[in-house]
Every structure is written in C-alpha cells, then in structure tokens.
C-alpha cells in the first residue's frame, strides 16, 4: 500500500508539474530563446549594415584617393605648363634686351667711330699745320686730302 499511495502521490505531483510548473519553464527557455534568437539576428543585421557602411566607406576612400591622385598630376601639368611658359617668355624678354643693347651698342660704336675720326682729323690737321709751320685747318686743300684719305680708309675696310 505504501507503494500505490508513493505512486499516487508521484503521479500527482507528476501532474502538478507537467501542468503547472513546466508550462512556466518552457515559456520562459521559449522567451530566452526568442529574445537571444532575436538578438542574434539583430546582431547578424547590423553586423551586415557595418559591413555595408565599411565597404561603402573604403569605396569613397580609394574615389577620393584616386581624385587626389588625378589632381596632383593635373596641378603637375599645370605647373609644368606655366614653368614652360615662364620660361618661354623670359627667353623672349632676354633676346629683346640683348637685340635692344647690340642695337644701342651698334649705334655707340657708329657715334664714338665718328666722334673719334672727327677728333683724329682734328689732331692730324693741327700736327701737320705744326709741322709745316703755319696753320692747316680750314684750307680746302686739306678738306680734300682728309676726305680722300677717309675714302680710301673706307674702301680698304670695307674689301
């Protein structure tokens, strides 16, 4: 008897518990469950999103490297362009200021050649009056002899 009243009670509290406390268990594993399955899959979606993010980030990195990469040769070129340039127009400057100075170099030379012929002239005519004894300057005679001697000058300088 013993034995039947210890399964009886066994069956009842079997009862109770199956009815009562177990339904109670396996909602609360079924609420763990969905709330760390949902967190999972939450988890799992912003793990997706951040990889998206990074990989939509990493995409607009490497454009604006390749952007700066394609400026700094296009600021190159340019640069390049205008030390050309620059350097272009110094040259032309440079033989502007040198065809200007042989110009006015030539014409110097033109001026002091005269002024120097006139002053030699000068010097022969009053050494030659010296040596003669009296006065040379003026004569035509010796405007004709100084004007041959140029002109022969001239002929031999220039052949």
Known sequence: MEV???????FVMFGILGRVV????ERTLAEREA????????????????????????????????EAARIRQEAAEQGAALVASARAEGLRHREEIVAAAQVQLAASAVV???AL???VVATAVEVAGRAVGEPLAGL?????????FLAER??????
């Open 112 to 114: 002091a050649e005269a």
């Open 22 to 25: 177990l339904p109670r268990i």
């Open 35 to 66: 709330a760390t399955g949902g967190r999972l899959a939450e988890a799992q979606h912003l793990l997706a999103e951040a990889s998206a993010l990074h990989d939509e980030r990493r995409a607009q990195l490497d454009a604006a490297r390749h």
């Open 4 to 10: 039947v009243l210890g399964l009886i009670c066994f």
């Open 117 to 119: 012929r006139a002053d």
């Open 140 to 148: 035509p005679r010796t405007d004709a002899a100084v004007a041959r």
């Open 154 to 159: 001239e002929a031999s300088s220039a052949g």
